[in-house]
């Protein structure tokens, strides 16, 4: 079955980075968008960054725009999103998701997306 499993995550305090990786197995995703989504207590689960298939074109956030890059090696089939200048307001769980269509667009929305990860928790402490 497919799964996309997410690592990086942890504790770190504002202004450090961490690095997310989400390995996809199960099928290839090298013609679909991939996309990152945070979730903090008590809100909704939202968009942070997504790439299309070939890499060359990405959407972002406002939040982490000039912050976060996302990146992507469809020869591994992962998905990276590098974090930088971390916030305590970036705490969350931060999720992979993919876009079964082939060749869409980078989505900004959850319902556009077929595939989850599990999670992984980042915590910025201040």
């Known amino acids: 079955q497919v799964q996309l499993v997410e690592s990086g995550g942890g504790l770190v305090q504002a202004g450090g980075s961490l690095r997310l990786s989400c390995a996809a197995s199960g099928r290839t995703f090298s013609r679909n968008a991939m996309g990152w989504f945070r979730q903090a207590p008590g809100k909704e689960r939202e968009f942070v960054a997504a790439i299309a298939w070939h890499g060359g074109s990405t959407n972002y956030a406002d939040s982490a725009k000039g912050r976060f890059t996302i990146s992507r090696d469809n020869a591994k089939n992962t998905v990276y999103l590098q974090m930088n200048s971390l916030k305590p307001e970036d705490t969350a769980v931060y999720y992979c998701?993919?876009?079964?269509?082939?060749?869409?667009?980078?989505?900004?929305?959850?319902?556009?997306?077929?595939?989850w990860g599990q999670g992984t928790q980042v915590t910025v402490s201040s």
């Open positions: 998701a993919a876009d079964a269509r082939y060749y869409s667009s980078t989505s900004t929305m959850r319902s556009e997306y077929d595939y």
